[in-house]
């Protein structure tokens, strides 16, 4: 049974990913799957994650081909978020989300017409904690599914309704 996501689990995703510059985002090809690593935007999650990144790249046309992603973050805690790609040329978007640290690093302005933001919104993610988080965690999931369960070692996976 998949359960529609709250506030509460998009805070506690938030939380859990906040601290983790760097996150491996997957793409299908027309070989499989291939996973690379994106730096985050600093945004507040909301259920969309934001990537900048070139036109020129593979990940920007096997996009173009297969909006269906996933993002993985490993820190204190493993997430997984599934969800759907979307290409954002919005000038207005890349300079609200765009750094000085990003002109040496990708080499570009965020004016450059080749500098595109790929914005991911979340339609699931999986979680796995141990640590400050995993009482809270256990008793979100002892109330959503009305299981017990070993506080120890848990994960936890949320659908986002996001029609």
Same mark, same amino acid.
């Not at 506690?12 to 090809?29: G, S």
């Not at 979307?86 to 002109?103: F, G, P, R």
């Not at 080749?114 to 914005?119: N, Q």
């Given at each position: 049974?998949?359960?529609?996501?709250?506030?509460?689990?998009?805070?506690?995703?938030?939380?859990?990913?906040?601290?983790?510059?760097? =996150?491996?985002?997957?793409?299908?090809?027309?070989?499989?799957?291939?996973?690379?690593?994106?730096?985050?935007?600093?945004?507040?999650?909301?259920?969309?994650?934001?990537?900048?990144?070139?036109?020129?790249?593979?990940?920007?046309?096997?996009?173009?081909?297969?909006?269906?992603?996933?993002?993985?973050? =490993?820190?204190?805690?493993?997430?997984?978020?599934?969800?759907? =790609?979307?290409?954002?040329?919005?000038?207005?978007?890349?300079?609200?989300?765009?750094?000085?640290?990003?002109?040496?690093?990708?080499?570009?302005?965020?004016?450059?017409?080749?500098?595109?933001?790929?914005?991911?919104?979340?339609?699931?993610?999986?979680?796995?904690?141990?640590?400050?988080?995993?009482?809270?965690?256990?008793?979100?999931?002892?109330?959503?599914?009305?299981?017990?369960?070993?506080?120890?070692?848990?994960?936890?996976?949320?659908?986002?309704?996001?029609?």
């Amino acid at each position: 049974m998949a359960n529609t996501i709250k506030q509460e689990e998009i805070d506690t995703l938030r939380k859990l990913i906040k601290d983790v510059d760097t =996150a491996m985002l997957t793409t299908a090809t027309d070989e499989g799957l291939i996973s690379r690593p994106m730096k985050t935007q600093e945004v507040e999650f909301d259920g969309d994650l934001w990537f900048f990144t070139k036109r020129e790249t593979n990940k920007y046309r096997e996009i173009l081909h297969d909006k269906d992603v996933n993002v993985a973050y =490993a820190g204190k805690s493993y997430v997984s978020v599934r969800g759907r =790609a979307e290409i954002v040329e919005d000038i207005n978007k890349k300079k609200e989300l765009w750094s000085k640290a990003y002109e040496k690093v990708m080499d570009t302005t965020y004016d450059d017409p080749t500098l595109i933001l790929i914005k991911v919104k979340a339609e699931a993610a999986e979680y796995w904690e141990t640590g400050n988080f995993t009482k809270k965690v256990a008793f979100m999931y002892k109330r959503m599914t009305g299981q017990e369960t070993d506080s120890t070692d848990i994960n936890e996976t949320v659908e986002l309704d996001r029609n």
